[in-house]
């Protein structure tokens, strides 16, 4: 393949024309024959060679020129709900992201996960190469139904649909709740890429002020009165950004204004495996009579074998079946399914987790010595997890220290990314796990 391309870049083979025998290439290079064909094909396969069916091989017409390059942070884009989501996605290998919402790769399963893919080469034919079904894997709906009945949710595998990543489930019940024009209440701060979805279906976002103990609970019963919303999206557990748990009180509080104002929440629960102990869930408190719970994967396993869920009540579950297969035409990946469930059953993946708390847990607090020296300071003390929201000294604009930051490659999450009301220009989010002395070192110059 080497020598082919090196005589099509040096011109020896120009657009058009036949490249030489199989065995006369085999004989020059001294390889046998099924080696030429294997390369003449592999080359078919990246479009610099066509193959003509009883003539031969010949070089491609003109070939695009392709710059294998990665691509340059915007340093000019507007610092939005999706500002953190592009920085850190198209972030080149030299760039550090502190400000990203996983962890790095090398802090993943990633020797279960090969033990898991060895065993998907294994498997039938219809795992490789068919659709799967429109609900999911029943074996991984399965083994989380037994798992949410030990923290006290009945639901069969029945109230489970798979869907391909969390952020799909999300969008799956905003087609089936939602239409242009509704008004969905979400935390103040909250996850920016709630903000990001809801704007992409035209819907109107209102927000109540987030505490230490869960939203505000006051003002939680004042807007619902007011603007009257459809739904409200939340974290339950180690919320996204501020790391804090609901409280007992808080939730049933929640709740209870929840009945009181037809009001159906989504749950998300994407961080909750990255706590200690269980906290409240509303999900678990309201028997999923008016909470949907939404999940994934992607934070504690692999963001790259997406997998998401949805569980709710049986005929929702039912119309959400239908819209799925509307718009995805069934599941997730059954190939990506399959892995998550073989991983997750791996006798490792428990101790994996335990592993990742433990280590969490003294990175948080080495980082939280370390930002201290800076002027910076907590805005609460998580119980687990990877995220410390945090207040810069002096009322600096967390946002032009993201800017300067992100000149030397340096990804950070200003706090207005995540606020509906524009209220947190002086906190951002700093992910412990993708924190080193470098990032230190660029973060105090910003602040300078």
Known sequence: MAEIRRRITGRALTGGEKLPSIRRLASDLKVSPSTVVEAYERLVAEGMVRARPGSGFYVAGSLP???????APKLDRAIDPLWVSRQSLDAGADMLRPGCGWLPADWMPNAAIRRSLRALARAEDGILSDYGGTRGS?????????QFAAEGIEAGADQILLTPSGSRAMDLLCRFLLKPGDTVLVDDPCYFNFQALLRAHQIRIVSVPYTPTGPDIERFGQVLAAERPRLYITNAALHNPTGATLSPRTAHQVLTLAA???LTIVEDEIFAEFEPEPSPRLAALDGLARVIRVGSFSKTLSAS???????ARPEWIEGLVDLQVATNFGGPS??????????????????HLADLRTRLARRRREMLAELGKLG?????????GFCLWCRLPDGRDAA??????????VVLAPGNVFSVTQSAGDLMRFNVAQMDGEVLRVLGNALR
Do not use: M, N
């Open 400 to 409: 032009a220290v993201a800017q300067a930051a992100l000149r030397e490659r």
């Open 376 to 384: 910076i300071t907590p805005w609460t003390l998580p119980r687990g």
């Open 65 to 71: 020129v392709v710059a294998l390059r990665e691509v």
């Open 305 to 311: 074998a997406r997998c998401g869920y949805i569980v």
């Open 260 to 262: 009181a104002h037809d």
């Open 138 to 146: 029943l074996a991984l709906r399965g083994h989380l139904a037994r």
């Open 334 to 351: 059954p190939i990506a399914a399959e892995l998550v469930f073989g991983t997750l059953s791996d006798g490792s993946y428990r101790k």
